[in-house]
């Protein structure tokens, strides 16, 4: 065991309660079980099912995709996420955050969703997240597709107001309608707007390419003040710049919600996925953006659209894994090594 190996699980031994007075959640080591064994949970964290009291953050998973138009399965997505986080460790070697040694976080299970229904799965969303904010938790979701998330943010909104969000995506889910139904996977970001739980003015969409149906089609999201970054200006860029912007933007106060469809990506990087399409960011981009919102207020973010049922190797899933522990990883609160490696 290395130095700082040593030191993290001494300190981390120390903390037999934490700081919010119940047991401290860390991940299971793989000293102890190996990491084929066990009930799967988010980075084999505690489960405490269906409550938030006492936690930071939690994972919960969102397991539906009654609102995709292509290729359903990430009803599927929350438990291989889940699978594919077994590989993931406590620290982060490369930002040095130490998120496990300052926050209370648990995976709290799955929403209870109706399959039959999605605006009665909508309602069960918003309702599950209205219990996790009461216990001032961080919510971190593993979708299910993306039409989860105008539940989420019906939630915040109660809570915060119309927030502040940041978006990466193919595509821009402002549709009005698809198929002549307002909640869709398509739909979420308009209907959000029109809810006012979401400020367009301070809503930052990243990666867009998809082929559109006509010139108008970001006409609403311009005349509602969405700030859009194509994947075409991200080609052969670092987007370290664009993040810089984006927080000078929303400033450290403002609650912010980050929304991450696992499309974003280059299906070369991402093929499991519903609806794919080609020219998109590189993981190292995905990087950059989720890395980028470190100072932001983030209240709440999500990982969706990933389909297992497309994703042979499991890199989808482990990709999606990974970026939620980023996600975790720059939440408020978060203690830092700045200097761990000198």
């Known amino acids: 065991m290395t130095a700082l190996a040593k030191r993290l699980t001494s300190k981390l031994s120390k903390l037999s309660s934490g700081t919010r007075g119940i047991a401290y959640n860390v ?25 938030a009291k006492g936690l930071d953050a939690c994972f919960v998973g969102i397991p539906m995709d009654q609102g995709t138009s292509w290729r359903s399965g990430t009803r599927h997505g929350p438990r291989m996420i889940r699978n594919e986080s077994n590989m993931m460790n406590q620290f982060h070697y490369s930002t040095g955050a130490a998120p496990f040694e300052s ?5 709290i299970g799955d929403v209870p969703v ?58 821009s889910d402002t549709q009005d309608t698809m198929f002549g139904e307002k909640i869709a996977h398509g739909t979420p970001f308009r209907r959000a707007v029109e809810d006012g739980v979401l400020d367009p003015k ?43 912007s984006i927080r000078d933007s929303i400033g450290p106060e403002r609650p912010v919600y980050l929304t991450f469809d696992i499309d974003g990506i280059d299906p070369a990087y991402c093929p499991g996925t519903g609806t794919p399409e080609i020219g998109g960011l590189t993981i190292i981009q995905a990087l950059e953006i989720v890395r980028g919102c470190c100072g932001l207020n983030i209240v709440g973010a999500d990982l969706v ?27 408020p609160g978060v203690k830092y090594y700045k200097d761990w490696n000198l």
Request: proline share 6%.
């Open 103 to 107: 926050l209370q976080v648990a995976d």
């Open 202 to 244: 301070m809503s930052f969409q990243i990666g867009l390419r998809a082929y559109g149906y006509s010139p108008s089609d970001f006409k609403w999201s311009k005349e509602q003040g969405f700030h859009t970054t194509f994947a075409k200006d991200c080609y052969h860029k670092s987007l370290v710049p664009l993040m810089d």
């Open 305 to 331: 659209e990933v389909n297992p049922l497309f994703d042979k190797s499991g890199t989808t899933a482990m990709t999606g894994a990974n970026l939620l522990f980023e996600m975790l990883c720059i939440l």
């Open 114 to 171: 109706n399959p039959y229904n999605v605006v009665k799965t909508i309602d069960n969303i918003k309702e599950f997240y209205g219990n996790i904010l009461k216990e001032n938790c961080i919510p971190l979701a593993l979708g299910g597709d993306h039409t989860l998330t105008l539940g989420t943010l019906r939630a915040m909104g109660e809570k915060y107001g119309p927030v502040a969000m940041i978006q990466v995506d193919a595509h």
């Open 27 to 51: 991940p299971t080591s793989p000293h102890q079980l190996p990491r084929f064994g066990g009930i799967a949970t988010m980075m084999r964290l505690p489960l405490q099912q269906g409550d």
